[in-house]
């Protein structure tokens, strides 16, 4: 499996791939980030971001795109932006039928720490040990992006077998109705 | 001047088209809802809110889009949705190069109505007078959208006056440099 983790962000959107399936040593792919110039319009910066992400889902043709949830709760001031440049990675994403997963910055660092409240420094120093990296990946956004991606590999067995579940356990006390995402076909390009 | 006001949601994104220049009567151009099914996954919905814009933008073919800003402060439960929803909008109007400009809540209803705090009822009321429709466009997204396109025209002379006067300083006191967009160039199609 191969994965782009996305640590979005309007100024600096950290981008990594990995690959590897869990329980076996990961390898890296390609670790980045895109960045907008800060005095640029919105509108501009959500373009410059969009480009960006295309180039690495052209590039590295993940089989899925792991992307941090934001919450509202924290960082007000720059949760909006946050909350934009994710729109865009997941839009990128959903437009190639690709699967979106979202995870929260405590799950993505309880699954590369064991702790969900590990620093900065420690999840860099987990991601260049579990990816047999020379040094940690600059800056942090890169780093968190490349966490995302391990931890989503190694969280998505467990949750395949939830998704099954859910799934038949639907299935049993369903009556007939229409496909869930029969209302939003997927195209590749859309226009 | 023709506006698309776009009044961001995941569940109902409300657009507008409004045609007119300040101080004179405007007129509707069209009204509607983008509608995305609130099962449905949360990238594939961007992906329906993205293709309806497109299909108002290219029907209506608008000189500029007016999106409501989004502030994290309230109604935390839906925001960050309304956050991704406006990213969207504001994608397509800029990729397309057209100018995007945000204008608040109370910035709408105190241009439609003359006070900040007017309620739903009232801005559907002023809306209905003000494009001369037989009734108040329903639901309240759609009309809000409209109110938003009108805002937008109305205010447009004072904010271009504003940053020409900007500009002006800007220019007065430059150093050679490089022009603010040259970043982040803005091409039709992203691909």
């Given at each position: 499996?191969?994965?782009?983790?996305?640590?979005p962000?309007?100024?600096?959107?950290?981008?990594?791939?990995?690959?590897?399936?869990?329980?076996?040593?990961?390898?890296?792919?390609?670790?980045?980030?895109?960045?907008?110039?800060?005095?640029?319009?919105?509108?501009?910066?959500?373009?410059?971001?969009?480009?960006?992400?295309?180039?690495?889902?052209?590039?590295?043709?993940?089989?899925?795109?792991?992307?941090?949830?934001?919450?509202?709760?924290?960082?007000?001031?720059?949760?909006m932006?946050?909350?934009?440049?994710?729109?865009?990675?997941?839009?990128?994403?959903?437009?190639?039928?690709?699967?979106?997963?979202?995870?929260?910055?405590?799950?993505?660092?309880?699954?590369?720490?064991?702790?969900?409240?590990?620093?900065?420094?420690?999840?860099?120093?987990?991601?260049?040990?579990?990816?047999?990296?020379?040094?940690?990946?600059?800056?942090?956004?890169?780093?968190?992006?490349?966490?995302?991606a391990?931890?989503h590999?190694?969280?998505?067995?467990?949750?395949?077998?939830?998704?099954?579940?859910?799934?038949?356990?639907?299935?049993?006390?369903?009556?007939?109705?229409?496909?869930?995402?029969?209302?939003?076909?997927?195209?590749?390009?859309?226009?």
């Open positions: 499996m191969r994965v782009l983790g996305v640590d962000g309007l100024t600096r959107c950290g981008v990594g791939v990995v690959e590897g399936v869990a329980g076996r040593p990961l390898t890296m792919r390609g670790v980045g980030v895109v960045r907008t110039p800060a005095d640029a319009e919105l509108g501009d910066r959500l373009v410059a971001i969009e480009r960006g992400i295309e180039q690495w889902l052209d590039e590295h043709r993940p089989d899925c795109v792991a992307v941090e949830r934001v919450f509202a709760q924290h960082n007000v001031r720059t949760v932006g946050t909350a934009q440049a994710s729109a865009v990675a997941m839009l990128c994403a959903a437009r190639r039928g690709l699967p979106v997963a979202l995870h929260t910055p405590s799950e993505v660092k309880a699954a590369v720490s064991g702790s969900g409240r590990a620093d900065k420094a420690q999840v860099g120093a987990m991601v260049t040990r579990l990816l047999r990296l020379d040094a940690p990946p600059k800056p942090a956004d890169a780093a968190d992006a490349l966490a995302l391990i931890c590999i190694w969280r998505a067995p467990a949750a395949n077998r939830l998704q099954q579940a859910h799934a038949a356990a639907t299935a049993a006390r369903a009556t007939p109705r229409v496909p869930r995402t029969a209302a939003v076909p997927v195209r590749k390009v859309p226009r």
